[in-house]
C-alpha cells in the first residue's frame, strides 16, 4: 500500500535551517507530482510547494519563496524540502502528499517544525 | 492567486442530519475543486477530487457538485464518524489555495 513517511523535523532558531525528507513506498515514486502542505498549530492547511514527476518543475508559496527549495530523488523513493532563513510563522506540521488530478491523493503523517528562540 | 471561501465556518449537526458545506473560488477553475477530510491529529484525508469523482474507498454518502466558482459537499446522512473538519482546495493553478475549513460538530 502506499506509505509516506516524513522526517527532519524539529526546534530550530529564527533564522536556522532544516531539511525535511519523506520516503515513499507502495507505488512509482517517479510517476507521481509531489506536493508539501502545511499546518500551523490550530489553524487551516497551507499550500507549500510542488514539484513534478522528473523535478524538472517546481513551485512555491509566495511566503517561503526564496527560502525553501523543494527537491526529490527518484532513485532513492525521497522528496525532500530545504527550509532556510526560518521564522516563528513556519512553525508548523509538514505533510508531503503525492499529486493526482489536482488534488493531493495520499499524506504522510507530518513532521513537525517548531521554530523558536 | 485564487481565494477559496467556505461557509459555513462550523456546523452543528446531529446523527443522521443532511449537511451541506459549500466552497466559493474568486475566480472559475472548472472541476478542479477537491474535498478533504480531516480529524484531530490526523493527516486530511481525500474525498472528493474534480469536484464530484469520489476516491476510492470513501462511503457513497459523500457527494460533491459544482463547476465554475461555486462547489458543494455533502453528506447525505451524518454518521458519528463524520464529525471532523473539512477542507475545500483549488487545483486549478499555482499557488494550491484551500478553504478556511468547516468544522462540523455534535
Known amino acids: 500500500q502506499v506509505q509516506l513517511v516524513e522526517s527532519g523535523g524539529g526546534l530550530v532558531k529564527p533564522g536556522g535551517s532544516l531539511r525535511l525528507s519523506c520516503v515513499a513506498s507502495?507505488?512509482?515514486?517517479?510517476?507521481?507530482?509531489m506536493n508539501w502542505v502545511r499546518q500551523a498549530p490550530g489553524k487551516g492547511l497551507e499550500w507549500v510547494s510542488y514539484i513534478s514527476a522528473r523535478g524538472t518543475i517546481t513551485y512555491y508559496a509566495d511566503s517561503v519563496k526564496g527560502r525553501f527549495t523543494i527537491s526529490r530523488d527518484n532513485a532513492k523513493n525521497s522528496l525532500y524540502l530545504q527550509m532556510n532563513s526560518l521564522r516563528a510563522e513556519d512553525t508548523a506540521v509538514y505533510y508531503c502528499a503525492r499529486g493526482i488530478t489536482g488534488a493531493e491523493e495520499y499524506w504522510g503523517q507530518g513532521t513537525l517544525v517548531t521554530v523558536s528562540s | 492567486d485564487i481565494q477559496m471561501t467556505q461557509s459555513p465556518s462550523s456546523v452543528s449537526a446531529s446523527v443522521g442530519d443532511r449537511v451541506a458545506i459549500t466552497c466559493r473560488a474568486s475566480?472559475?477553475?472548472?472541476?478542479?475543486l477537491a474535498w478533504y477530510q480531516q480529524k484531530p491529529g490526523k493527516a486530511p484525508k481525500l474525498l472528493i477530487h474534480?469536484?464530484?469523482t469520489l476516491q476510492s474507498g470513501v462511503p457513497s454518502r459523500f457527494s460533491g457538485s459544482g463547476s465554475g466558482t461555486d462547489f458543494t459537499l455533502t453528506i447525505s446522512s451524518l454518521q458519528p464518524e463524520d464529525f471532523a473538519t473539512y477542507y475545500c482546495?483549488?487545483?486549478?493553478?499555482?499557488?494550491?489555495?484551500f478553504g478556511q475549513g468547516t468544522k462540523v460538530e455534535i
Open positions: 475566480q472559475g477553475i472548472s472541476s478542479w
Open positions: 474534480t469536484a464530484s
Open positions: 482546495q483549488q487545483g486549478s493553478s499555482f499557488p494550491r489555495t
Open positions: 507502495g507505488f512509482t515514486f517517479s510517476d507521481n507530482y
